[in-house]
């Protein structure tokens, strides 16, 4: 414990969701204490005696981890709200990657206001850890600090975009010099990530998607994150136009060739990971993608949203977590709300399986906290025992939708939702209080992303291939009558 740290102690929680190392789990007390010390978890159980300098009633309170947020691009994604809910290319396997996010992309300089507006979302939904999957650049890391969450800002780097150009398929312009380059790039990024002096900065890298880097820059990523303790985390088998590009080039599935490589492996973290052969979508009797996947010891970031909008499903999270495949959950999408993930795992995964056991609470929750955190190789955080990090959420247990409270966790994933999450501490510094964002004020941001996006309405005619208007490509539910 501080020698100079005061300790503040939950009393009486009616619910805390503690971390029960033997059994590598989650278990509920209830009428326990809670306390911490500075940064650090100190005592996680009944009777706590020792020293208090503030002393909570928790009586009606519910104290759960924080959220790891595995896989997020919220540099951009808060300044697509009301485009992309109901948009896929039907040419492209209704994926919306190929033909509409390159036109919808709103300018660079709007990066720190969309990233403010999706933490303020991520912290109020618990989230206090994000992986950033973004664009490496100075600034980053003091844009993180200043909200007051823990990030890992994991610099993508790639030789080229791809594009279409007739709606129905994909080129790639792809200049691999540029992309060695990106890499040496983003090395130097987050190395100088990690030393900020916040201490909540980390900084990782990756290679951004498996058809935008060539296997040296992958195999180069990998051998440098390993030289750092790191893992890498890829975008593969997220499409059907990337799973057939990986069959055209190399002969092999993306899985097989991550395998084939040497990428595919416990240093490696793919985003999404539905499209296996055996995906009901891909008719690809020739491969074996899920057993090379378990045996393989790679993980897999789960961001169910962002597909469901149009119809696509991981096959299923439940097939993956019993088979020992580690699956953390991410919110790849506006609204930055692991909740909603968390809620649609669950729902989604069960859909497509026909079943009610093809996605369990348990692993989703397991996914957001513990299973995320020792994905990113902190086993300090997603988990509430002394010595952990103090990364937490204050549930009220008063919310109605928190009543009755036979199963709080269910209440709280399928009913309560954000609405009943009342305080976030992270490094035991609060940082949401009474449901409201204490370190940073986002009305400034909001208007500036109401500015990007009319200029990327504006713009979009000339980005889109056929010179289509935003409003042809995605309409509104409803007419304006004039």
């Known amino acids: 414990m501080s020698e100079t740290a005061g300790v503040t102690v939950f009393r009486n929680c009616d619910w805390l969701v503690a971390w029960d190392q033997a059994a590598k789990s989650h278990v509920y007390l209830r009428g326990a204490d809670f306390a911490f010390s500075g940064q650090d978890i100190v005592h996680v159980g009944k009777g ?82 994000i992986c950033d999957l973004g664009r490496p650049r100075d600034s980053w890391a003091d844009e993180y600090a200043e909200t007051g969450i823990r990030a890992v800002l994991w610099g993508m780097f790639r030789s080229g975009p791809w594009k279409t150009t007739n709606g129905h398929s994909v080129e790639y312009d792809l200049d691999y010099a540029a992309g060695d380059k990106a890499l040496k790039n983003a090395i ?54 990337e799973f057939q590009e ?36 891909i008719h690809y009797p020739h491969a074996n993608d899920f057993e090379i996947l378990r045996d393989s010891g790679a993980m897999v970031a789960h961001c169910p949203v962002v597909f469901a909008r149009r119809g696509i499903a991981l096959n299923t999270l439940s097939r993956y977590v019993k088979a020992g495949i580690q699956c953390g959950i991410g919110t790849d999408s506006f609204p930055h709300n ?13 859909i497509i399986g026909g079943s009610f056991t093809a996605s369990t609470t348990h692993d989703v929750f397991m996914g957001a906290t513990a299973t995320g955190a020792d994905m990113i190789r902190r086993p300090d955080l997603g988990r509430l025992a002394p010595g ?17 409270d036979y199963e709080p966790i269910r209440s709280l994933v399928y009913s309560a939702n954000d609405r009943a999450i009342r305080d976030v501490y992270v490094d035991g510094r609060q940082v949401v209080k009474e449901g409201e964002v204490v370190e940073f004020d986002i009305a400034e ?38």
């Open 48 to 129: 706590y005696d020792g020293p208090a300098t503030q002393e909570i009633d928790a009586r009606d309170r519910m104290i759960i981890p924080g959220f790891v947020d595995i896989h997020s691009h919220p540099g951009h994604e808060p300044g697509w709200k009301g485009m992309l809910e109901e948009l896929g290319s039907p040419k492209l396997g209704q994926s919306s990657l190929y033909e509409f996010m390159p036109v919808f992309q709103v300018g660079k300089e709007y990066t720190r206001p969309c990233l403010r507006v999706a933490v303020s979302e991520l912290l109020k939904s618990g989230v206090t850890t």
């Open 188 to 241: 130097e990024i987050a190395d100088k990530a990690s030393r900020h002096p916040s201490g909540r900065i980390t900084g990782f890298f990756g290679p951004a998607q498996i058809d935008t880097c060539s296997e040296g820059q992958i195999r180069d990523a990998l051998a440098a994150a390993r030289e750092r303790n790191q893992p890498i985390q890829i975008h593969a088998a997220q499409s059907i136009v």
């Open 246 to 281: 990986i069959v055209r080039r190399y002969g092999a599935t993306p899985v097989e060739w991550l395998d084939r490589i040497g990428a595919l492996g416990p240093d490696t973290i793919i985003g999404h990971c539905i499209f296996l052969n055996d995906h009901p979508w």
């Open 338 to 350: 692991m909740l909603d993930e968390m809620r649609m795992a669950c729902y989604a995964g069960r």
């Open 388 to 404: 952990c990090k103090a990364d937490f959420s204050v549930v009220d247990m008063r919310n109605p939708y928190m009543q009755p």
């Open 445 to 482: 941001d909001i208007e500036l992303l109401r500015r990007a996006q009319s200029e990327a309405i504006a713009a979009a005619p000339s980005h889109d291939w056929a010179g289509r208007r935003l409003d042809q490509l995605s309409p509104r539910v409803f007419a304006i009558k004039e």
